[in-house]
């Protein structure tokens, strides 16, 4: 069954003190539903944590085709990477909702580091995790056909943004267009046309306006083992 949960929250051992020396010097920022937090290429001046809300983490091909690499909601740090290299950003990020998040710049990190060797460590676990997500989602996209895609799509989105019924359905509230859908499968969009159809007809999803509701989460589990066996 799956367990709804905030996922890709980064640090979540760091002490408190640490913490509050660390977001001490943070400030405040405001984005809008569909707006870009920061985009690719810009400076990699320091990162954000979300405070409220939900992003997407995408990259764009140059004729214009959109993948997202993530949905990630309230508690996950975004932009981490330029703590460690400074570097331009290598991906966008767009508010699915109306979003807060709090700034840390790297230059104040740095300072930090210097009372808290210990944020090496942490980095570590950073890292570790974005490499473990890079494997995951490079193996879905190597090994799982469509419908597999689709699903796991699906089950990423109930975990960031699901409420669980009583009864065992989970609503994603949107707003979540196919759009979305295919550029978190890297599938096309008539591909989740053709899912969303079948699993209509099969009573495992619900759609309401660009709300869904699974309405047999362990049915989407199996579209994915079923299709990676194959």
């Not at 320091?46 to 939900?54: A, F, P, T, W």
């Not at 004729?63 to 290598?90: F, N, W």
């Not at 969009?189 to 007809?201: A, P, Q, Y």
């Amino acid at each position: 069954m799956l367990t709804l949960q905030q996922t890709n929250v980064i640090i979540p051992d760091l002490p408190k003190r640490v913490a509050a020396q660390l977001f001490a010097a943070s400030t405040v920022r405001h984005v809008k539903s569909g707006q870009a937090l920061f985009s690719v290429g810009e400076r990699g001046d320091g990162c954000y944590r979300i405070e409220q809300g939900v992003v997407k983490i995408c990259v764009t091909s140059p004729a214009g085709d959109e993948r997202i690499l993530a949905v990630v909601g309230a508690g996950a740090i975004v932009g981490e990477l330029a703590l460690i290299d400074g570097l331009p950003r290598s991906a966008s990020i767009f508010a699915f909702r109306d979003s807060t998040f709090r700034f840390i710049s790297r230059k104040h990190f740095n300072e930090c580091k210097k009372d808290h060797p210990e944020f090496h460590a942490y980095l570590a676990t950073i890292l570790a995790a974005r490499l473990r997500e890079a494997d995951e989602a490079l193996a879905a996209a190597t090994f799982l056909p469509v419908k597999g895609r689709v699903a796991r799509a699906f089950l990423n989105l109930a975990k960031i943004l699901g409420e669980q019924a009583e009864d065992g359905r989970v609503l994603i509230k949107g707003p979540i267009s196919q759009a979305d859908l295919a550029a978190m499968a890297g599938v096309a969009r008539e591909n989740v046309s053709r899912m969303l159809s079948e699993w209509g007809k099969r009573k495992l999803i619900t759609r309401s306006s660009r709300h869904y509701v699974l309405n047999d989460v362990e049915a989407f589990q199996l579209e994915i083992d079923s299709d990676a066996s194959e």
